[in-house]
């Protein structure tokens, strides 16, 4: 029998049971489960993620290369390009303006007062130190702040960004005005490059060497010393938020130029800096408060008229292209100081009255020499040199050139004429608070102003005589070829009038204004000396005699005497039609002075007070150191010319005639 075990049986089996009933029992395995719906997206996403990020690496990679295959040279950046710049001193060796591009040397930020620095930052950038090169939360800040005011209201650029575009445009790659997609990214790139290669302190240091701070002036030290004269560690806290405050727009911001507006641009850097923590509030109002008592060092001087004329005449002398020079003039620092300062109070004094507004004032030797000029009320608000580029009628002024053709003529100043009223067609010219005697000497018609003399005149001489007189003293001017020349309808410079009274004041040879003395390099070489032109007699020396008479009458008992200074002096009142122009040029044997007084919009000023004009001319000439030395009187066209540094005179002896000889005396010395 054979023995056998079945295979339930057998140990380890865990059960018993028959195989079909287990069979039944058992359970199939699941069937695999599919992905559900977010799962499938989860995976699509990250596969086009990971795809994008390699593409984005790839065009990333390709765009950061070709932006930054042309970018310069980052060791040039302590590297400067600058203007030649120009030095203007006075005669006396005063330095007066300097132009073209000022810097001074390299200051550390570490040598600095805390404040100098924190007042860039809190204006600048004040998260400089934790970004990257570019703030994302700064730009992502000002694209908002500009989408909602509709226009560019705020910028988003980093210092390390502007020190990168100031390294563009200095090395030639974009202009000022350059806004192209291509600068900006490359000043990204630049930016980043520089956080790479330079400390944020390194960095800091050159941004503070290299910027531009108006005035031409470069770099936190050479602004320390253009604006306040003192060396960067030692600003204040209010001046460093004025330096700072003019990274904005340097020359509207700037003290020199207009002092409020860069006081408000102080205020808001102080703002900032308590916002950020760098100073306390009380700190604040108390650097504002002192600031009144450094606002004279901002203000912009007169002398910048005189100055701008130098920078814009010296060309014509001198070729000034990559060259530093130093250019001395022919300036008076005592008497351009009086003369800004007499005329700032004229006007403080007859603003009102008067309804002037703008005055104007050149002084020069006889010679031509200029010794001050004033071009206007103020200089911040208004850079337009009256002196130099104003045209104005010179009314009454002109008839200067009236009478000398009148004594070129055969009259002299006792000659009799009609000052009865006069019609010509439909014109008739009015005389100013003069009542007709009936017949005037030449004289007197010329010391109390008369117009129907100065007409009938005209008639007598022929407008040709007048015009070629105009002429041959000077003037360069067009004027009107009809009657109302000899009442000053022509226009004309005070510049080029005050010229032509030069002209009689020296004796009646010629005068070419001048105000450069030298020109030369810093290293001392003379680039450019004056060389006195030889003079040419143009109005015969006892003519000029005569009409000198005839001129100091204006101010002994003309229109003029209010103009009078106590010692010898001749010259001429000039009023416009409806008061629009006042104008007063006379000269002493030292000094040839114009004044013009106006409205730049030509109305009318009140002419009840008197002439602003007489009353600046007589406050500053009779302040005007004078000498024994009398006015210069060559016996005939062959005579010696005036004095020069010799100082030698020739006076001839005066003509008999009780009165006139006694004005002689007064006036020649006898």
Request: one cysteine or more.
């Amino acid at each position: 029998m054979k023995l056998s075990i079945s295979p339930h049986d057998r140990l380890g089996v865990e059960t018993h049971e028959p195989e079909d009933i287990r069979q039944k029992k058992k359970k199939p395995p699941p069937p695999p489960r599919s992905p559900g719906p977010k799962n499938r997206f989860s995976l699509w996403a990250l596969k086009w993620c990971f795809i994008l990020l390699i593409w984005f690496s790839f065009f990333g990679g390709a765009v950061v290369l070709w932006y930054s295959y042309d970018l310069p040279d980052i060791t040039k950046l302590q590297q400067t390009e600058r203007r030649p710049s120009l030095t203007i001193l006075a005669k006396d060796g005063t330095k007066l303006a300097t132009y073209g591009d000022l810097h001074s040397q390299m200051v550390d930020i570490k040598s600095l007062p805390p404040h100098v620095v924190q007042a860039f930052l809190a204006i600048e950038d004040h998260r400089f130190y934790t970004h990257f090169g570019v703030d994302l939360i700064g730009l992502i800040r000002a694209i908002w702040i500009n989408y909602r005011a509709g226009h560019v209201v705020q910028g988003g650029s980093t210092i390390t960004q502007q020190l990168a575009k100031n390294f563009l445009q200095s090395q030639g790659l974009y202009g000022v005005s350059d806004r192209s997609f291509r600068r900006k990214i490359q000043e990204a790139l630049l930016a980043i490059w520089l956080e790479y290669k330079f400390t944020k302190d390194q960095i800091l240091t050159i941004y503070l060497n290299r910027v531009y701070l108006g005035s031409g002036t470069f770099g936190l030290a050479a602004a320390s010393q253009h604006y306040f004269g003192k060396k960067s560690k030692d600003l204040t806290l209010y001046e460093s938020a004025v330096i700072a405050g003019l990274l904005k727009a340097p020359s509207k911001y700037s003290p020199s130029n207009n002092p409020q507006l860069a006081d408000e641009r102080a205020s808001q850097v102080l703002e900032n800096m308590v916002r950020e923590g760098f100073i306390s509030e009380d700190l604040k109002e108390a650097s504002l408060a002192l600031a009144s008592s450094t606002a004279d060092n901002f203000r912009g001087s007169a002398i910048r008229y005189f100055t701008d004329w130098i920078v814009d005449i010296l060309p014509t002398y001198i070729n000034t292209a990559d060259t530093d020079l130093i250019i001395t003039t022919t300036l008076d620092p005592k008497l351009q100081s009086l003369a800004e300062t007499q005329l700032q109070n004229v006007l403080e004094e007859r603003r009102e009255v008067t309804k002037v507004s703008q005055m104007a004032l050149v002084s020069m030797t006889p010679e031509g020499a200029i010794r001050a000029l004033v071009g206007g009320a103020n200089y911040k608000k208004s850079q337009f040199n009256r002196v130099t580029q104003a045209f104005r009628q010179p009314g009454s002024s002109f008839k200067l050139i009236l009478y000398l053709a009148a004594l070129e003529a055969g009259m002299d100043p006792m000659s009799g004429i009609s000052d009865l009223p006069i019609r010509i067609g439909s014109w008739s010219p009015r005389n100013y608070k003069y009542q007709p005697r009936g017949q005037i000497s030449l004289q007197d018609g010329m010391a109390y102003s008369v117009n129907t003399v100065s007409v009938r005149l005209a008639q007598q001489l022929g407008l040709s005589r007048i015009i070629q007189t105009a002429r041959r003293l000077g003037i360069k001017s067009p004027l009107p070829n009809n009657l109302t020349i000899v009442l000053g309808t022509g226009e004309i410079t005070p510049l080029e009038l005050t010229a032509v009274y030069a002209v009689i004041a020296r004796n009646g040879l010629s005068v070419e204004p001048y105000a450069i003395l030298k020109v030369t390099n810093l290293e001392g070489q003379v680039l450019y000396r004056y060389q006195a032109p030889r003079p040419q007699r143009l109005v015969d020396a006892a003519v000029v005699r005569s009409l000198t008479q005839m001129m100091q009458a204006v101010i002994s008992y003309g229109l003029g005497k209010k103009a009078a200074i106590g010692r010898p002096a001749a010259g001429k009142t000039g009023t416009t039609q409806l008061d629009k122009d006042a104008w007063f040029i006379g000269f002493t044997p030292e000094l040839v002075t114009g004044v013009w007084a106006g409205n730049d919009d030509n109305t009318s000023m009140d002419p009840k007070k008197g002439s602003p004009s007489v009353k600046l001319w007589q406050l500053f000439m009779s302040q005007v150191p004078h000498s024994a030395a009398m006015f210069h009187s060559p016996h005939s066209e062959g005579g010696s010319t005036p004095s020069s540094s010799s100082g030698q005179d020739i006076t001839p002896e005066p003509p008999s005639g009780g009165f006139i000889d006694q004005l002689l005396d007064d006036l020649f010395g006898g």
